[in-house]
């Protein structure tokens, strides 16, 4: 036995020769660790008893966790996501459009990527809409979801003024000018034909310009641009008018005077040249130039004979 009185150190140390040395060559742990090491030992004495199932519930969760970071690096996230709400009842049943008159709705359909098995929150509205909007006769589009099974179409579609010939293709043209879509069939008939290069880009001038004129108008076949200048317009009896590159409606109104007076419009003639604004020129078809000619003829033998007679 020892004192315990005095100087405690000492008499530690003096007991004890090594203890000093053992003291300074332990390795302290961090906090963290500590607290880990304490739970490890404890787990391991059987102090901390795991709830039943523990295992089981770690081995599912460590397998869906792996499952998981599998999905999201492999890239198949979002169609897990359309099976799973897909199955749970947001599978798209119904497409709802509206506002088209020129669109099919199996191209529509096409571009939404609908097959049967597409959930509703998976869709996509923004790139629905973007992909809608490449469809030539769009103007505007509104995709919109109705919970939990409907998809609403909203379409504005651009207005078809006219038809352009440009080389021997056909388009159906805005107001503007701009280029809806290729002519596919009759249905657009009916509307006013612009041909030649720059002729979309004044279509709507020169049929402003014709508009006050009805009775020339109604009778327009064709308005064809000419070097992108003026225009000569075909009529629907074969007669073209050669329009001058201003002053365009001063020349329509001599048209309509001599329509009104003369009838020029319903006879045997070819063209009608209104290019300089001094002067008319009028070429005859060849059928009537022949009976020009034939007639010419007669009125000189009648004359010869006439004056034989004197």
């Known amino acids: 036995m020892f004192a315990l009185s005095g100087n405690k150190s000492a008499e530690i140390k003096g007991v004890y020769p090594g203890a000093h040395v053992a003291a300074t060559d332990t390795v302290v742990l961090p906090r963290p660790l500590r ?38 690096v492999g890239g198949h996230g979002p169609a897990v996501l359309q099976s799973m709400t897909s199955t749970a009842g947001f599978a798209i049943e119904d497409v709802r459009v509206s506002g088209n008159q020129h669109t099919s ?31 030539p006769w769009i ?3 509104e995709v919109r979801k109705v919970y939990p099974r409907t998809v609403e179409v909203l379409l504005r579609e651009r207005q078809a003024y006219a038809i352009w010939q440009h080389g021997s293709d056909l388009s159906i043209i805005e107001r503007s000018g701009s280029v809806i879509a290729p002519l596919r069939d009759n ?4 509307l006013p034909l612009f041909v030649g290069r720059d002729a979309e880009t004044g279509a709507a001038a020169i049929e402003e310009e014709f508009a006050k004129w009805p009775g020339i ?86 004359l010869k004979k006439a004056e034989q007679n004197i």
């Open 35 to 72: 607290r880990v090491v304490r739970f490890v030992l404890s787990l391991c004495s059987g102090r901390i008893v795991l709830p039943r199932h523990a295992g089981k519930v770690a081995f599912v969760g460590f397998y869906s966790a792996v499952a998981l970071h599998g999905v999201v």
């Open 105 to 135: 709705e199996i191209d529509i359909l096409q571009l939404l990527g609908l097959d049967g098995a597409t959930s509703l929150l998976g869709l996509d509205i923004a790139e629905a809409r973007k992909s809608l909007a490449d469809l």
């Open 139 to 141: 103007e505007s589009v």
């Open 187 to 190: 249905k657009f008939a009916s």
């Open 217 to 302: 108008a109604s009778r327009v076949k064709a308005f064809v641009r000419v070097a992108g200048r003026r225009w000569d317009i075909h009529l629907d009896n074969g007669i073209v008018v050669k329009l001058p590159e201003t002053e365009i409606d001063q020349s329509l109104a001599l048209l309509s005077r001599f329509d009104e007076e003369q009838q020029v419009l319903s006879r045997d003639i070819a063209a009608i040249d209104m290019r300089l604004h001094d002067r008319v020129a009028v070429r005859l078809t060849p059928e009537a130039q022949e009976r020009r000619i034939a007639a010419v003829e007669a009125r000189r033998k009648a």
